[in-house]
């Protein structure tokens, strides 16, 4: 059965440092793999996603995200985080030939000033 | 504006208390999905529809039951509703299945006393 883990319940990280989310997954068939953001009292807005192709996929606001079969993995990251990135992020896949996904626990990134 | 509403935002009920929390969605989408958010837990799918009369469970369907009568609605019901129904309720739209960015509405908080 597929599977999704997300390590780090909470990432603390200065203003206009680098942050990496780590996410792994596990299935025995071709995934769909999701990156998804929360800010505080809102529902979930998609960050990037990977189907097939190229494993580098670039999202919205800056971040992007590396699809490494081998090592079932799929982390988001950013190179310069700002305040207005302080929120939940959820990995989420969905194997192929399927309508369910499966959601991790979140990280809470926290940006410090 | 394309948008995924829920009703109500807030409800506080007791055990056994039949409730209805209503879902729509203004852009035609064909897929839809109920998830509950609870801390540590991430959130897990209860129920997801691909069309118009056509449901399937999700990883945690006890105890709620819904239904895809026209295309923009999509209903939860809970029949009888326990403590343990606690928990911030999310429902979803996409264009067809699961290679689509999901739409997430506002969230109901439901407490079950």
């Known amino acids: 059965a597929q599977s999704v883990t997300q390590l780090d319940s909470q990432v603390p990280v200065f203003e206009e440092a680098p942050v990496e989310l780590r996410c792994n997954y596990s299935s025995s068939v071709s995934v769909y793999l999701f990156w998804y953001v929360q800010y505080p009292n809102q529902g979930l807005q998609l960050l990037l996603k990977y189907l097939s192709g190229s494993t580098l996929v670039k999202g919205i606001n800056g971040f992007e995200a590396e699809f490494n079969k081998s090592q079932t993995s799929f982390h988001l990251r950013k190179p310069s985080v700002h305040i207005s990135d302080t929120a939940e992020y959820f990995c989420?896949?969905?194997?192929?030939?399927?309508?369910?996904?499966?959601f991790g626990t979140g990280t809470r990134l926290k940006v410090l000033a | 504006e394309a948008q995924v509403t829920q009703n109500p935002r807030y409800l506080i009920t007791v055990t056994g208390k039949k409730l209805t929390v209503t879902c729509s969605q203004n852009?035609?989408?064909?897929?839809m999905s109920w998830y509950r958010q609870d801390p540590g837990l991430g959130l897990r799918q209860i129920y997801y529809?691909?069309?118009?009369?056509?449901?399937d469970k999700g990883d945690v369907p006890e105890g709620y039951k819904v239904s895809r009568k026209e295309k923009r609605n999509f209903p939860l019901i809970l029949e009888s509703p326990s403590p343990n129904q606690t928990s911030l309720y999310f429902c979803?739209?996409?264009?067809?299945?699961?290679?689509?960015?999901?739409?997430f509405g506002p969230g109901t908080r439901l407490t079950v006393t």
């Open positions: 529809s691909m069309n118009v009369e056509v449901t």
């Open positions: 989420a896949v969905s194997e192929t030939g399927t309508y369910k996904y499966i």
């Open positions: 852009m035609n989408h064909e897929y």
């Open positions: 979803a739209s996409s264009l067809k299945g699961t290679t689509y960015e999901q739409y």
